[in-house]
């Protein structure tokens, strides 16, 4: 997955992923749900509210996201993910937990295999 050159998501493709998603990790934090990628590569769609910080911390957040997706593609490269971050997280959320939560996820992911 290219993040240089991002293709924005159509309304019909989010809406496809909600309603063919599955919710695998709801914690205080962060809400992540899943399904098959049933398009030509995989999709990772985050959403972070205003409720979550500021513009910059928000912003770090997505590009961690990304970083730690870019590590960790070979194991996700057959999933599409939505990320959603909830208010809770406001400034306490840094890059090692983003880190091991997506660990934590991987994790999940090959026990339902």
Do not use: W
Not at 19 to 42: E, L, W, Y
Not at 66 to 94: G, M, Q, R, T
């Amino acid at each position: 997955m290219t993040f240089g050159s991002v293709t924005k998501l159509k309304d019909s493709q989010i809406n496809f992923l909600y309603k063919n998603s599955v919710k695998i990790i709801d914690n205080a934090f962060v809400r992540v749900k899943i399904a098959f990628s049933k398009f030509d590569t995989p999709k990772m769609l985050i959403v972070i509210s205003k409720k979550v910080g500021c513009a910059v911390y928000r912003n770090y957040l997505r590009r961690v996201c990304k970083n730690v997706y870019k590590i960790h593609e070979s194991f996700l490269h057959k999933y599409d993910l939505i990320i959603s971050f909830k208010p809770a997280c406001k400034k306490n959320i840094l890059y090692k937990d983003i880190h091991l939560f997506f660990l934590n996820l991987i994790s999940k992911l090959s026990a339902i295999k």
